[in-house]
């Protein structure tokens, strides 16, 4: 099974700051990587597929970048409502083990 | 507008069964892969498998800690997947969702049900 390693676990940064998490994989998954946001008692929201494909409706400050094993989402500005954890996701199939991004 | 809603959850004995549901709404349940995912107290979520859409053959994977032990079909006329659980144990405990993808021949998944709670304790 393919084994998906996020870093940091835990990111603690404030309103504008820009905010950089990745995403490794065991092996080469060419562009098959999601990314999600998840908020305490919620459902997760996709953000990202494809690697870089940003989903509708997602703001633009979020950004995806990588292939085969090495993969960022930057957030280029962070905002009060960005404040949650964070989930790479190996298409259909395994999470990251999260970051969580704290003021 | 899309929508899913898991029902079914409940406290369950170790070894026991339960079956969950996912209803959809707002679209064609049949036209789309479903797929199940978990997640345990304070954890990141778990895979737990899909059961994809005829048009796709129907296929199913399972993922390997629930493989032999939990079964997904799905009643495209009604418009409901379920998942069969059997043979619980306790590490089985958490919310489970159900979740579709942003189309028809993605499998990047858009749409999330609630979440249902099961737990596992004797």
């Known amino acids: 099974d393919i084994q998906m390693t996020q870093s940091p676990s835990t990111l603690s940064a404030s309103v504008g700051d820009r905010v950089v998490i990745t995403c490794r994989a065991s092996?080469?998954?060419?562009?098959?990587l999601a990314w999600y946001q998840q908020k305490p008692g919620k459902a997760p929201k996709l953000l990202i597929y494809?690697?870089?494909t940003l989903e509708d409706g997602v703001p633009s400050r979020f950004s995806g970048s990588g292939s085969v094993t090495e993969f960022t989402l930057t957030i280029s500005s962070l905002q009060p409502d960005d404040f949650a954890t964070y989930y790479c996701?190996?298409?259909?199939?395994?999470f990251g083990q999260g970051t969580k991004v704290e003021i | 507008e899309v929508l899913l809603m898991e029902s079914g959850g409940g406290l369950v004995q170790p070894g026991r069964s339960l079956r969950l549901s996912c209803t959809g709404s707002?679209?064609?349940?049949?036209?789309?892969?479903i797929n199940w995912f978990r997640q345990a107290p304070g954890k990141g979520p778990e895979w737990v498998g899909f059961i994809r859409s005829k048009g796709h053959g129907e296929t199913i994977e399972y993922a390997a800690s629930v493989k032999g032990r939990f079964i997904f079909s799905r009643d495209d006329s009604k418009g409901v997947a379920s998942l069969q659980m059997n043979s619980l144990k306790i590490e089985d405990t958490g919310v489970y969702y159900c979740s579709r993808p942003r189309s028809e021949y993605s499998g990047y998944d858009r749409y999330w049900g609630q979440g249902t709670l099961v737990t596992v304790s004797s």
């Open positions: 494809r690697a870089s």
């Open positions: 996701q190996h298409y259909k199939r395994t």
């Open positions: 092996q080469s998954i060419s562009t098959e």
């Open positions: 707002g679209f064609t349940l049949g036209d789309y892969d």
